[in-house]
């Protein structure tokens, strides 16, 4: 979600993030004469090794529950208050992938629960 929003500390992480858009924008436009497209999943917070470790680290430097990291820091801004699943970003790129033309190229999809809407 980083590629189309920011947040606090995370600045080197959300450069890099949004030079892939523009990224996937040059191979879109670079690529449509030679059959290929290019497009962007903005997965949300899945629950990975990596996150399941930043719980604990995140509730005893705030001084918090694993609930309330959970809940304030990761699916705050979701509709549904569920983390996205791996299930869900594979979707997606089978969406993209199998679209049949090059209508669709150049963009990114969010798959995150509504945490970030464009």
Known sequence: ?????????????????????????????????????????EPGFIRTQLLEKQIPEQA???????????????????????FTTVEEVAEAAVFFASYPTSALTGQSLAVGHGMVMH
């Open 1 to 41: 979600m980083y590629s189309i929003t920011s947040a606090k500390l995370k600045a080197p992480y959300i450069t890099a993030k949004h030079g892939l858009v523009g990224l996937c924008q040059a191979t879109a436009r670079e690529g449509v004469d030679h059959g290929i497209r290019c497009n962007i999943i």
């Open 60 to 82: 005893k430097a705030l001084g918090i529950s694993e609930d309330e990291v959970i809940k304030r820091l990761f699916l705050a801004d979701t509709v549904d208050n569920c």
